[in-house]
């Protein structure tokens, strides 16, 4: 009798991963996304993203009614990506009402973790967007000042390589690989990026096919369709993967599992379609920027893409008419 059959419902697999634990993964992941923006930026990245995650958690915490405000860490999750996506010194009572929409709009009305419809973090950055754009959706940013711990970021400011042509051929292809850029704290150093992606692709916690398509139709359509202005058209598509948001947006924000597609020919079309719509703006938009838009549409259309691609069922019994 030591070995009791247990009846429940389904599903009946285990897993020995709990939502903790890939929460703790992806935090791990952009440990290095958020050292490299401290790095660059100095102290005020550091109190952007401490001011961003304790937000995130503490109203969280407040609105569940529970006195542990880690919890599963998805709050913590949310906080730190929602820094990741604002300017190096932004006014601290923005990135508090940010976080904070991030959870409650993005988040908990939909009925908590597992049931969002869009990613959050982009939520809280789309309402700040509408709200205050002149704050984080302007075409005037703060300059990296790698390890001026002391120095007062937002006293100097530049243009973005997406905002400003000139600008954009002022920086090398090195620079914004490793991040020496004008842009959000987790959108200049696209190495940060993928050492984050890659251990959570190690993890099992992320699926080539969303990345993939995305990264691959940014570099296509900015090849095709960018005019060549930065040393040629292949450069000129190279330039839109590293330049802006997109690393961040493919390998953090497209393939949350909540809010993209769950099959593998589904999570393709995510990608590709992230990449067309992030294009489109960057290229025939006003806005500099299209991964916010791009990643919040698709996620519109997730249950669309999940109908339209879930295998045929074999072997099943028909209701007789």
């Not at 993964?25 to 958020?34: G, K, S, T």
């Not at 489109?280 to 919040?296: D, F, H, K, W």
């Amino acid at each position: 009798m030591d070995k009791k059959l247990v009846v429940s419902s389904s599903p009946h697999i285990r897993s020995i991963e709990s939502v903790q634990s890939v929460m703790t993964d992806v935090l791990i992941a952009l440990f290095p996304v958020a050292l490299m923006a401290v790095l660059l930026f100095g102290y005020q990245a550091l109190l952007t993203m401490v001011i961003s995650v304790a937000t995130a958690m503490l109203v969280e915490a407040a609105w569940l009614r529970k006195r542990d405000i880690f919890g599963d860490g998805s709050a913590a999750v949310t906080g730190l990506l929602f820094a990741m996506i604002l300017p190096p010194a932004p006014p601290w009572w923005l990135v508090v009402v940010g976080a904070a929409a991030s959870i409650i709009i993005g988040k908990q009305v939909f009925g908590g973790i597992g049931y969002n419809i869009f990613n959050p973090a982009l939520v809280g950055r789309a309402v700040i967007v509408m709200s205050w754009g002149g704050h984080v959706a302007g075409r005037v940013w703060s300059p990296p000042q790698p390890f001026a711990f002391g120095a007062d970021v937002s006293a100097v400011t530049t243009a973005t390589p997406l905002a400003d042509q000139g600008e954009a051929l002022a920086v090398s292809l090195t620079n914004l690989f490793i991040g020496n850029v004008a842009g959000c704290l987790g959108e200049t150093s696209a190495l940060a990026l993928l050492l984050g992606g890659a251990w959570l692709y190690y993890k099992g916690h992320i699926d080539w096919r969303i990345p993939g398509g995305y990264i691959g139709t940014v570099f296509l359509m900015g090849a095709l369709f960018g005019g060549g202005f930065y040393n040629g058209h292949l450069m000129t598509g190279l330039f839109h993967v590293l330049a802006g948001g997109v690393m961040l947006g493919a390998l953090y924000m497209a393939t949350d599992m909540v809010t993209s597609p769950v099959t593998p020919k589904g999570k393709l079309i995510f990608g590709i379609g992230c990449g067309l719509i992030t294009m489109m703006i960057r290229l025939y938009g006003s806005l500099p920027e299209g991964v916010t838009y791009a990643i919040l549409l698709m996620n519109a259309i997730t249950p669309i893409i999940d109908n339209y691609t879930v295998p045929r069922q074999f072997g099943g019994v028909k209701k007789n008419a």
